[in-house]
């Protein structure tokens, strides 16, 4: 568990005011994690401003968890996990939508704590299931759900900027 006595990261609930360093930090993971399976050209024409106001929109209707991952010393926002009730309908009924954390911040167990955090928010609920989905072509990100508990479910067709891709959904029937 991170704690900010004995970590260098740590969590606390999303503001409205962390929107546009959120989208920030989604925009360069991004850049880093998705050159090569989504052209360029759509990684170059991610907007600020577009990506600031979603995360202003998910953080504003206060029906799920926001989280925020900050470094100690500069207070800097390094990561952020927004979850909530599933967008689609199917047995599992929360849905973790995006979770990113700027490239220099992985190995320190953010994001597994990000997802403890989601895993105690979703257990009271009822169902307490959960879903996220990942680009099919993520291994990364697969191996990182995959550890956590998470099984490959079904994939569906989606775009991004206009480009195909495979979204492959790593779902959870009961939380841990």
Known sequence: MLTPTTARFTLRAATVADARA????????????YRGMIPDRVLDALSLGARTDAHRRLIGARDGLHLVATDTTHHDVIGFCHAGPARRPGPWAWEVYTIY?????????IGREMFERVFAWVRPRKPPSLI?????????????????????????????????????????????
């Open 132 to 176: 996220v989905w990942v680009l099919e072509g993520n291994h990364h990100a697969r191996r990182f759900y995959e550890a956590l508990g998470g099984r490959a479910a079904h994939d569906t067709q989606s775009s991004v900027g206009g480009f195909a891709v495979t979204e492959q959904a790593y779902v959870w029937d009961r939380v841990p």
């Open 101 to 109: 954390l700027e490239h220099t911040a992985r190995w320190h167990g």
């Open 22 to 33: 959120a989208a920030a930090v989604e925009i360069r993971s991004w850049r880093a994690c």
